[in-house]
């Protein structure tokens, strides 16, 4: 059969699109990003930029973690199937796919078939996959996955080998959840190592979702003997390191919250202050990172001893944790280990739409992934420039020394060209650069930003040069900025504004190959300073998406103290008017 045109899609918070054609991405995107409300969770505005690709699809598959809406009693249609039928994309029920039962699984294929790995273990640590019936706990609880192990072949074999349902359940033995494929699972009360993360971040008076936050803070924090364990045994009814059910308590329908009333030490501050001055959030935080961190090791050792396999893939909300991925590699010898970029919810889009296309077409082709520029094409010409700017000042044939002079009088440089990156890092094509060297760098950015001050800066450096100034562990390169890695101690000084706290640093490594013009850019710096990385981070104000299109851009500068924004594929920079 013709298997040109897939499309994954994923509803729920992070949700995205991605469009397949001949296994190959033609464009990933995050609703978010078109909408500029941020987790946007409908991606009805990401569907309809497949109508500028092609007007025709072989197959669309829903992932998620939940059944789809009905919509009303007069269509009795899923709503997503009627938009698709609505646009003349498909026109069979057939063509229409779905995997919301296979939430993990869509997380593992995204891993797997993004690692370029022919077989590999898939550890997935998440807060909340598909949804259980209440027929395995026995009575009317309802659980939820919160971390699986896969062991993954090509074409398309992904076999649970274990799995921990967590929630509302009782307690109850490792058991048999599916006789066949013979995997163990686990069913507690607990809500696992996501959502007690979340619990955390909430606790230190963020959204839930915005567990990076936490992450950043964790470092202002220190071990506290007042401060409880977030995860446990739970008293000898688990058989693994969870959640500790009376720090952490499930809450309907699936979140969970810190019990601080319990423990003098945690109750302390109000909500709507800054939570964050309390010792009680900074040590928490601290204790919180490393218990997960060594949780999730445990599930990656647990995952190759269960399977022999030395290859690991590692996805779901925990992905995203740099400070841990780079924790791993301390420990893992002779270990591969990939961790994936699009770790969100807007990841299991591009895994169902590869693991629909290597189930159809049985293909065993490896396609590692070799870049994350994959959001939708743009071009400008200079009148679009104009009529867009009109607020702004032209100056044309603008070239890399030209914006290093304005970086080196240490101004923000706001940087747009080509495709808009998949995931949530901002890698050179959607970012604000300024020079390293500033002693409060930090501080500068984080004001203009609208961020708080614990929030750490990451770092695009030549990738020729990484290893002079960061100790990577044995990898030779970190491209896609999954990794808070230690900086040597004699840099550290030099370039204090993407230094943490810790003195980590999250990187970005740059090749001319992966990104020609912010390579370049880098290259004009290193040759005027010898310092070969630029302070790299988001092109967005707190609280936004990233941005995605011109507009976007120069309206994120209208609304703040941002002063200049280089287009380089028009060799233009655009400067605000006073």
């Known amino acids: 059969m013709n298997t040109g045109y897939i499309v994954g899609f994923a509803r729920g918070h992070n949700a995205g699109v991605c469009l397949l054609k001949d296994g190959e991405i033609v464009f990933a995107l995050e609703e978010e990003r078109i909408t500029r409300r941020k987790y946007d969770g409908g991606p009805f505005a990401s569907i309809y930029k497949i109508l500028e690709y092609t007007n025709k699809v072989d197959k669309v598959v829903l992932a998620h973690t939940q059944p789809e809406d009905r919509g009303n009693d007069f269509t ?28 993990h699984m869509l997380h593992a294929a995204c891993s797997f078939y ?44 992904f076999n649970p080998k ?13 058991t048999n959840y599916d006789e066949e494929k013979d995997f163990e699972m686990i069913v507690d009360d607990t809500g696992g190592i996501v959502k007690a993360y979340e619990a955390v971040t909430q606790y230190c008076g963020f959204d839930p979702i915005e567990a990076g936050k936490t992450m950043g803070l964790f470092p202002y924090g220190e071990e506290n003997e007042l401060v409880p364990d977030v995860y446990s045994d739970a008293n000898g009814l688990s058989t693994l390191i969870t959640s ?44 919180l990172q490393i218990q997960s961190q060594d949780a999730c090791l445990k599930l990656i050792e647990k995952g190759i001893e269960k399977t022999g396999v030395k290859n690991v893939v590692f996805s779901g909300g925990y992905g995203l944790n740099c400070v841990a991925n780079y924790h791993y590699l301390k420990h893992l010898k002779d270990i591969n280990y990939y961790v994936e970029p699009v770790s969100t919810d807007a990841g299991t889009a591009i895994g169902a739409a590869k693991y629909v296309y290597h189930q159809e077409t049985q293909t065993k082709k490896i396609s590692p992934l070799k870049s994350l520029y994959h959001g939708p094409k743009y071009s400008y010409t200079l009148s679009d420039i104009k009529t867009k700017a009109e607020n702004f000042t032209i100056k044309e044939n603008v070239d890399d020394d030209d914006i290093i002079d304005l970086i080196e009088q240490q101004e923000i440089v706001c940087i747009f060209q080509g495709r808009s990156e998949n995931g949530p890092r901002a890698l050179g094509n959607r970012s604000m650069l300024f020079d390293p060297r500033v002693k409060n760098g930090k501080d500068i950015v984080n004001e203009i930003k609208r961020r708080e001050y614990f929030r750490p800066f990451a770092a695009s450096v030549l990738v020729e040069n990484v ?23 004699d840099k550290q000084k030099i370039i ?10 999250r990187i970005q490594t740059v090749s001319s190959e992966q990104n020609q013009n912010y390579y370049n850019l880098i290259n004009c710096f290193y040759k005027r300073t010898d310092v070969p990385l630029l302070f790299n981070t988001s092109f967005n104000l707190a609280g936004e998406p990233l941005v995605e299109t011109l507009e976007d851009a120069i309206q994120t500068l209208e609304n703040s103290e941002l002063k200049f924004l280089y287009l380089p594929e028009n060799k233009i920079l655009l400067s605000k008017n006073e």
């Open 76 to 103: 009795r249609e899923e709503i997503y199937w009627a938009l698709f039928r609505k646009l003349k994309l498909i026109d069979d029920p057939d063509q229409y796919i779905d995997m919301h039962t296979q939430h």
């Open 244 to 287: 500790n059910r009376e720090l952490v308590i499930p809450t309907y329908p699936n979140a969970a919250l810190i019990n601080y009333q319990k423990y003098p030490f945690l109750y302390e501050g109000e909500q709507g202050e800054d939570l964050t001055k309390y010792k009680s959030r900074r040590d928490l935080a601290y204790k």
């Open 114 to 157: 993004n690692s370029g790995f022919d077989e590999a273990v898939a550890i997935i640590v998440d807060g909340a996959g598909t949804f259980v019936p209440s027929k395995f706990t026995g009575d009317e609880t309802t659980i939820w996955e919160v971390e699986s192990i896969f062991d993954c072949k090509y074409p398309a074999i």
């Open 467 to 489: 290893h002079e100034w960061f100790d990577l562990r044995g990898m030779n390169d970190s491209p896609y900025m999954m990794y808070a890695v230690n900086c040597h101690e």
């Open 496 to 505: 204090p504004s993407v230094i943490h706290i810790d003195g980590t640093c």
């Open 162 to 174: 274990w799995k921990h349902f967590g929630g509302r359940g009782p307690y109850c033995a490792v």
